[in-house]
Nanobody, 116 residues
Framework: QVQLVESGGGVVQAGGSLRLSCAAS????????MGWYRQAPGKQRELVAT???????NYADSVKGRFDISRDNAKNTVFLQMNNLEPEDTAVYFC??????????WGQGTQVTVSS
């Protein structure tokens, strides 16, 4: 089993920045992919960014150039630095950890609210 605990959400004005963190614990595969998804009110959950253990990243087009995902493999922690935030970024952000050919674990979510 894997547990994910997110932190760092909050309220920020448009143009501001926030940094999300997610610490994973439990039995974690050496090739686990970590990432972030988000879900806005009335919308489907969508991918924000993922990062493999070796550092290969993938971003949604809507956040490219504004968000930066990173991870600390020694601490099984993933970060999401969010810059130049827009009201459209308002959502609950979920941390994920995927064991390839197995399953994806989800955190409880953290609210990010961007005011205009």
């Amino acid at each position: 089993q894997v547990q994910l605990v997110e932190s760092g959400g909050g309220v920020v004005q448009a143009g501001g920045s926030l940094r999300l963190s997610c610490a994973a614990s439990g039995i974690i595969s050496s090739n686990a992919i970590m990432g972030w998804y988000r879900q806005a009110p009335g919308k489907q959950r969508e991918l924000v960014a993922t990062i493999a253990r070796g550092g290969i990243t993938n971003y949604a087009d809507s956040v490219k150039g504004r968000f930066d995902i990173s991870r600390d493999n020694a601490k099984n922690t993933v970060f999401l630095q969010m810059n130049n935030l827009e009201p459209e970024d308002t959502a609950v952000y979920f941390c994920t950890l995927t064991h390839i050919f197995s399953r994806t674990y989800w955190g409880q979510g953290t609210q990010v609210t961007v005011s205009s």
